[in-house]
């Protein structure tokens, strides 16, 4: 198990960034966190999942920095015809 599961208790959540009213899932384990395509009220709240939540993206980079022991950063894709950044596309990876 990584530091991340011991540091934390759980091997995965999910974290609630209000600003952009994204939601993101947070596996300790292999170490990666992404935006899951689910609803705050009809997926997260009714789930009953435990999640942390967050002002912004930088609170939650704070927070994902502090819990791998080590930077992190985003990654993305971008649609090669239209450059735009594909939907659910983000995430952050442990290296």
Do not use: C
């Not at 609630?16 to 384990?29: A, H, N, P, R």
């Not at 997260?44 to 993206?57: A, M, V």
């Not at 080590?70 to 290296?95: A, C, G, L, N």
């Amino acid at each position: 198990m990584l530091k991340d599961d011991i540091k934390t208790g759980k091997n995965a959540e999910y974290a609630y960034i209000v600003q952009t009213q994204e939601i993101w899932f947070i596996d300790y384990i292999i170490g990666i966190a992404f935006i899951a395509p689910i609803d705050f009220r009809e997926g997260l709240l009714k789930s009953g999942r435990p999640y942390k939540e967050f002002n912004d993206i930088k609170d939650f980079q704070d927070y994902m920095d502090d819990t791998f022991g080590h930077e992190i950063e985003f990654e993305s894709s971008v649609d090669p015809t239209t450059m735009q950044e594909q939907t659910y596309s983000r995430r952050i990876i442990r290296y």
